[in-house]
């Protein structure tokens, strides 16, 4: 059974670089059938996506956050990370990582970590 | 941007009863080539990630039980629970994955009457 845990900072300052990482477990990274993204949810609010990648690190991004995101993959350690640059409160959320069901960024998400809360506090 | 939005904001039914959720894309998500709809909904327990219900706006994810149906076409959808039951007492939400950026609805929160 495939499963995805996120692991994070936890408590970041203003203006830091937040790093999360993706370990994905029962299954491979590399599969030629899957994209695999970042998803975050503000305390209290919905969804935004953030970012998708493949295993070949073909990537895709949120036009709103692009500019401080990456996304890359790790197949030697099956697992996906996130950076996110210069964070403000307003990048305080729980963050998400998922599969998508298929082999593009067209597939809807399935399944999802448990989710790792990150604050952003001076 | 495809802006997706969702009504009601909430909503509160006797167990037993059927309740609907209505989502609504800001341009279609059926792509031509395929005839499918790139719609997905999603149920969100507290404290909990989301779990997907539905995609290709009708078919139901393995394991998902038969009260959960979708339907619709095009820009606007329905999520309907056909016999509400206590452990579906959620926020439901729903996702078009037919452009970027992805994006979700606002969420619907059902409750028991």
């Known amino acids: 059974q495939l499963q995805l845990q996120e692991s994070g900072p936890g408590l970041m300052k203003p203006s830091e670089t937040m790093s999360l990482t993706c370990t994905v477990s029962?299954?491979?990274?590399?599969?030629?059938?899957?994209?695999w993204g970042w998803i975050r949810q503000p305390p209290g609010k919905g969804l935004e996506w953030i970012a998708s990648?493949?295993?070949?690190?073909?990537?895709y991004y949120n036009p709103s956050l692009k500019s401080r995101v990456t996304i890359f993959v790790d197949t030697s350690k099956n697992r996906f990370s996130l950076e996110l640059s210069s964070v403000t409160a307003a990048d305080t959320a729980v963050y998400y990582c998922?599969?998508?069901?298929?082999?593009?960024?067209?597939?809807?998400?399935?399944?999802w970590g448990q989710g790792t809360l990150v604050t952003v506090s001076s | 941007d495809i802006v997706m939005t969702q009504s009601p904001d909430s909503l509160a039914v006797s167990l037993g009863e059927r309740a609907t959720i209505n989502c609504k894309s800001s341009q279609s998500v059926l792509y031509s080539s395929d005839n499918k709809n790139y719609l997905a909904w999603y149920q969100q327990k507290p404290r909990q990630p989301p779990k997907l219900l539905i995609y290709?706006?009708?078919t139901r994810e393995s394991g998902v039980p038969d009260r959960f149906s979708g339907s619709g076409s095009g820009t606007d959808f329905t999520l309907t629970i056909s016999s509400l039951q206590a452990e579906d007492v959620a926020v439901y939400y729903c996702?078009?994955?037919?452009?970027?950026?992805?994006?979700f609805g606002p969420g619907t929160k059902v409750d028991i009457k």
């Open positions: 029962g299954g491979s990274i590399s599969s030629t059938s899957y994209y």
């Open positions: 998922a599969r998508h069901v298929g082999s593009s960024y067209s597939y809807a998400y399935n399944p």
């Open positions: 990648i493949y295993y070949s690190g073909n990537t």
């Open positions: 290709w706006a009708s």
């Open positions: 996702q078009q994955y037919y452009s970027i950026p992805l994006t």
